[in-house]
């Protein structure tokens, strides 16, 4: 497998996570856990991030992407044992922990600069995830220069492609 390809199947995670605040927002159990990261604080009479950054969001989507990881892991291994499935855990948690925290710190200069929460905020509503799964995944993966520009491409892509079918569904508000 090449490289680009094998550094897009590794960051799936990051991807999954992305995803994961919405589909888990709308699971009866966990709907009504809607604890705000920012925990309702404003700075200069704004909310530092907005209603839609949850605790719920961030646990599950990292939790999601550890787990999925492994799943990744055990697809490819033939004979994974504890400590490698362990380690893929970590690579996941990171993944998704970066891609979601990546999303918040976006969304702080997004409210900063007047853009309304669940309005779109192109190109960085795209990239966020993308270069926050990257900076915390670093300690377990660092792909080279080429493989990190691949990955962005193809999971800006992606964003758009799943928000629009997520649009079309009735899962998003919004196309993009």
């Not at 990257?134 to 964003?159: A, E, K, N, R």
Request: proline fraction near 6%; glycine fraction near 12%; charge should be positive.
């Amino acid at each position: 497998m090449s490289e680009l390809l094998w550094g897009i199947w590794l960051f799936l995670p990051a991807g999954i996570a992305n995803a994961a605040p919405v589909l888990v927002a709308k699971i009866p159990g966990l709907k009504n856990w809607d604890t705000p990261l920012d925990m309702g604080q404003t700075w200069h009479g704004k909310r530092l991030l907005g209603p839609n950054k949850t605790w719920r969001g961030v646990i599950c989507g990292s939790l999601l992407a550890g787990i999925f990881a492994v799943f990744q892991h055990m697809l490819w291994v033939q004979d994974p044992n504890n400590e490698t499935l362990f380690i893929h855990f970590c690579l996941g948690l990171l993944l998704g922990t970066g891609a979601l925290l990546g999303d918040a710190i976006e969304s702080f200069f997004k409210r900063k600069k007047g853009v309304k929460s669940g309005d779109s905020w192109f190109p960085y509503d795209q990239t966020d995830y993308i270069i926050g799964g990257l900076l915390f995944s670093y300690p377990l993966m660092q792909p080279s220069g080429p493989v990190m520009f691949g990955i962005l491409i193809t999971y800006f892509v992606l964003h758009l492609l799943t928000r629009y079918i997520g649009y079309l569904s009735g899962i998003n508000d919004k196309p993009v």
